[in-house]
C-alpha cells in the first residue's frame, strides 16, 4: 500500500472525514440523542443504515489513506496541511464518539457554581444540562485534573450555554493539536525520526480527527503539553531553565489529566548531559521533576481544590470492557465457569494484578532507560499504562502514540493498536466492545497469552550463551 500516491492518499483522507461528519449530523454524540443505544437500534432509528454506513466507510477512507503513507510521507509540510484538511470537516460537525464534552461543560458549571467536583457528582447542583451526561457518570467525582476543571468553569462562565462550551471546548483541543504539530518535529529530530513521518503517524491517524477535535477530549490539551515538554527538555539538555520550563509544562498535562505523570522520570533521564549518575539525575533531572511538582501542587492550591482528583480515577473501572486486557482476562475466566456452574468474578484479581504487572514495568523501563533512549522509554511507558489499566478507550492511545511517532524506529506495533481503535466506538458514543465482549474477550486473553508465551521464549533466548565456533 505504500504505492498509492500521495494526493490520491489526501483526497481518499478528506472524503473519509467528511463522510464522517455527515454521520455526525445525522447520528452522532447530539445533546437529544438517546443515552442507552444498541448498535441495533441505532441501525432501526432514523438515517440508522446510512449513519452506520458514512461511519464505516468514513473511517475505513480515512485508515487506508493514513496506512498507505505511514512510511512514506513527502514532507512535514505536506503532512501538516493534508492534516489539516482532514480536520476541517469534522471541526465543524456535531461531536463525533462522545459524550463527555458534556460532561466537561457540567463539571465547569459546578465549579463556577462553588461546587467541589471532587467530593459530588454534576447532579448536586444540578447541571442545567443533566440529561445530555451518561447516567453513570451524573453522580460520580470529576477524575479530571484541576486546571481543566478551572478551564471548565471559565468556558460555562464565559459562554453560558452548552453550544458556546462544545464550541470552547473543541478551541481547545484545536489549540492542543496545534501545539502537539509545533512541537512533534522538534522531538523527532532530537530522536533521529524523520518529522514528516511523525507528523503523519501521530496526528493522520483517524483518531486525533474523531475523538480529539471533533469529540473534543481534554486528551488533546494534555497530549499537546506533553509533547511540548518534552520537546522542550530533549532540545536542552542540561540547561536549567529549558528543563525547569520542560518540567513545568509536564506538570500542566498533568494538571488536565494525571497520568501525564508516568513520563517525568524518563524526561529527568533525558535531561541529563553525559552518561548517567546519580549526581547527574539530580543535578539535571532535579529541574525536571522540579517544575512538574512545583506546578501541579500549585496549580492544585490556586484553584482552591484538594488532590480528590486522583481519587475520581478509580471510576472508571465502573465501566467493564474487553479492550483493557486486564479485564478481558477476568471476563474469560468467568465465562469458562459457568459450564461447571460456578459463577466466578476474577475482575478484581486479574485487574489488580494487571496493575502490579504495570508498577514492575514501569520500574524496569525506568531502569532500563537509563543507558538507552530514555525519551522511547517514555513512549513505551505511557503505551504499558494505557494497555495494563483497568479500563481502555480508544483515545487513550493517543497518548503513546504521540510521542512513539516521534522516538520509535519501528512503528507497526502501535499504529495497528491505534487502527483498530479507530473502529470500536461508533458515531453516538456507543462503544462496540460492549456488544462484543463473548467473543472479544476470549480472543483479547488468547493475544495476551501468545505475548506472554514470546516473551518467556525471548527472555529464555537472551539467556542461553552463544555456541563458540
Same mark, same amino acid.
Given at each position: 500500500m505504500s504505492g498509492v500516491p500521495h494526493h490520491l492518499a489526501r483526497w481518499t483522507g478528506l472524503a473519509g472525514s467528511a463522510l464522517l461528519a455527515v454521520a455526525a449530523f445525522l447520528g452522532g454524540a447530539l445533546p437529544g440523542s438517546p443515552l442507552r443505544p444498541t448498535p441495533v437500534s441505532i441501525w432501526q432509528g432514523p438515517h440508522g443504515p446510512l449513519v452506520i454506513a458514512a461511519w464505516l466507510v468514513g473511517t475505513g477512507l480515512m485508515a487506508y489513506a493514513w496506512w498507505s503513507l505511514r512510511d512514506n510521507v513527502p514532507s512535514t509540510r505536506w503532512a501538516l496541511i493534508t492534516v489539516g484538511l482532514w480536520l476541517l470537516p469534522v471541526l465543524i460537525a456535531p461531536p463525533?464518539?462522545?459524550?463527555?464534552?458534556?460532561?466537561?461543560? *457540567?463539571?465547569?458549571?459546578?465549579?463556577? +457554581?462553588?461546587?467541589?467536583?471532587?467530593?459530588?457528582?454534576?447532579?448536586?447542583?444540578? *447541571?442545567?444540562?443533566?440529561?445530555?451526561?451518561?447516567?453513570?457518570?451524573?453522580?460520580?467525582?470529576?477524575?479530571?485534573?484541576?486546571?481543566?476543571v478551572v478551564l471548565s468553569g471559565a468556558i460555562v462562565k464565559a459562554t453560558g450555554s452548552l453550544t458556546g462550551a462544545i464550541v470552547a471546548f473543541r478551541l481547545i483541543a484545536v489549540a492542543g493539536v496545534v501545539l502537539t504539530a509545533v512541537s512533534l518535529p522538534v522531538l523527532a529530530r532530537r530522536a533521529g525520526v524523520p518529522a514528516g513521518r511523525a507528523v @503523519?503517524? +501521530?496526528?493522520? *491517524?483517524?483518531?486525533?480527527?474523531?475523538?480529539?477535535?471533533?469529540?473534543?477530549?481534554?486528551?488533546?490539551?494534555?497530549?499537546?503539553?506533553?509533547?511540548?515538554?518534552?520537546?522542550?527538555?530533549?532540545?536542552?539538555?542540561?540547561?536549567?531553565?529549558?528543563?525547569?520550563?520542560?518540567?513545568?509544562?509536564?506538570?500542566?498535562?498533568a494538571a488536565i489529566k494525571v497520568t501525564a505523570l508516568v513520563v517525568v522520570p524518563f524526561a529527568a533521564l533525558a535531561a541529563i548531559v553525559g552518561?548517567?549518575?546519580?549526581?547527574?539525575?539530580?543535578?539535571?533531572?532535579?529541574?525536571?521533576?522540579?517544575?512538574?511538582?512545583?506546578?501541579?501542587?500549585?496549580?492544585?492550591?490556586?484553584?482552591?481544590?484538594?488532590?480528590?482528583?486522583?481519587?475520581?480515577?478509580?471510576?472508571?473501572?465502573?465501566?467493564?470492557?474487553?479492550?483493557?486486557?486486564?479485564?478481558?482476562?477476568?471476563?474469560?475466566?468467568?465465562?469458562?465457569?459457568?459450564?461447571?456452574?460456578?459463577?466466578?468474578?476474577?475482575?478484581?484479581?486479574?485487574?489488580?494484578?494487571?496493575?502490579?504487572?504495570?508498577?514492575?514495568?514501569?520500574?524496569?523501563?525506568? @531502569?532500563?532507560?537509563?543507558?538507552?533512549?530514555?525519551?522511547?522509554?517514555?513512549?513505551?511507558?505511557?503505551?504499558?499504562?494505557?494497555?495494563?489499566?483497568?479500563?481502555?478507550?480508544?483515545?487513550?492511545?493517543? @497518548?503513546?502514540?504521540?510521542?512513539?511517532?516521534?522516538? +520509535?524506529q519501528r512503528t507497526r506495533w502501535f499504529t495497528v493498536v491505534a487502527l483498530v481503535a479507530s473502529f470500536l466506538v461508533l458515531p453516538d458514543g456507543t462503544g462496540l466492545p460492549r456488544y462484543t465482549k463473548t467473543v472479544g474477550a476470549p480472543l483479547m486473553t488468547l493475544l495476551v497469552i501468545v505475548l506472554v508465551i514470546r516473551l518467556v521464549r525471548s527472555a529464555r533466548a537472551a539467556r542461553q550463551p552463544v555456541a563458540a565456533d
Open positions: 463525533l464518539a462522545s459524550r463527555d464534552v458534556y460532561a466537561y461543560a *457540567c463539571q465547569g458549571a459546578s465549579y463556577a +457554581a462553588g461546587i467541589n467536583p471532587y467530593e459530588q457528582g454534576v447532579s448536586a447542583l444540578p *447541571c442545567p444540562w443533566l440529561d445530555t451526561i451518561s447516567y453513570i457518570w451524573r453522580d460520580t467525582p470529576a477524575p479530571y485534573g484541576p486546571l481543566f @503523519w503517524l +501521530a496526528l493522520g *491517524c483517524p483518531l486525533v480527527a474523531v475523538h480529539l477535535v471533533s469529540g473534543a477530549h481534554n486528551d488533546a490539551l494534555m497530549v499537546g503539553l506533553l509533547v511540548a515538554g518534552l520537546a522542550m527538555i530533549a532540545s536542552r539538555p542540561g540547561h536549567p531553565g529549558p528543563l525547569l520550563v520542560g518540567g513545568a509544562l509536564l506538570g500542566l498535562a552518561g548517567y549518575s546519580i549526581r547527574a539525575l539530580i543535578r539535571h533531572g532535579g529541574w525536571v521533576v522540579g517544575g512538574a511538582a512545583a506546578v501541579v501542587v500549585g496549580v492544585t492550591y490556586a484553584a482552591g481544590l484538594d488532590f480528590g482528583w486522583v481519587g475520581g480515577l478509580e471510576r472508571g473501572g465502573d465501566v467493564i470492557a474487553w479492550t483493557s486486557p486486564s479485564t478481558a482476562v477476568g471476563q474469560t475466566i468467568g465465562y469458562l465457569a459457568v459450564p461447571f456452574g460456578g459463577h466466578v468474578d476474577a475482575l478484581p484479581v486479574t485487574r489488580g494484578i494487571g496493575i502490579a504487572v504495570l508498577a514492575l514495568l514501569l520500574v524496569w523501563l525506568w @531502569w532500563r532507560a537509563r543507558t538507552r533512549e530514555p525519551l522511547w522509554h517514555a513512549g513505551a511507558a505511557l503505551a504499558a499504562t494505557v494497555a495494563l489499566a483497568p479500563l481502555f478507550h480508544s483515545w487513550y492511545w493517543i @497518548w503513546p502514540l504521540a510521542v512513539l511517532a516521534a522516538t +520509535a
